[in-house]
């Protein structure tokens, strides 16, 4: 069945520290990955899209197909960076969304 | 506000009775979905609309609920004979079209707890 697993509930770094956020999917098609963002008291957000290639917010993300992940990365994490971060996974032929369970990142001055 | 709006924002019920809640989405936008959110759990997928045509429906969804979109504009999503596992948050979603490339804008969701 298709899964998207994050494997770390909270992540805690200062200003200014690298952050990586971790995201594996199972799926055995073509897979369209994104990156939702959830700030305090704020509705859910698409953050990026694997598909798009884009920075947005310094954030990156990849899509390595052989190890089955779509990591989000940020060189150096502000504290405007916390918020929930959720992985999701689309299929080929329906927009739905699968989630990952979150991830709560904060980021200390 | 022209972002995707939900009503009411938080509804208490007991067990046993019925809720319906209210999605509008952004202004022509032909594709709705409706997610449930339970507490520590990322939102999952209960259904979604091509304008009023329900198109894909999750197998978790049991009989009680059922959504509508009668004139492929708002929905509504009712839960009967509800139970104290239904307590989550609903959140709503649409989307332009068809494809990756034509975001999902989420509403505030709606919060059902069922006592």
Redesign the interface.
Known sequence: AQRVTQPEKLLSVFKGAPVELKCNYSYSGSPELFWYVQYSRQRLQLLLRHISRESIKGFTADLNKGETSFHLKKPFAQEEDSAMYYCALSMVNTDKLIFGTGTRLQVFP | DT??SQNPRHKITKRGQNVTFRCDPISEHN?L?W?RQTL??????LT?FQNEAQL?KSRLLSDRFSAERPKGSFSTLEIQRTEQGDSAMY?CAS?RG????????????TRLTVT
């Open positions: 972002g995707v594709r979905y997610y520590g759990q990322g939102p999952e997928f979604y894909e959140l989307s068809q494809g990756v490339l034509y975001e999902q804008y989420f509403g505030p969701g």
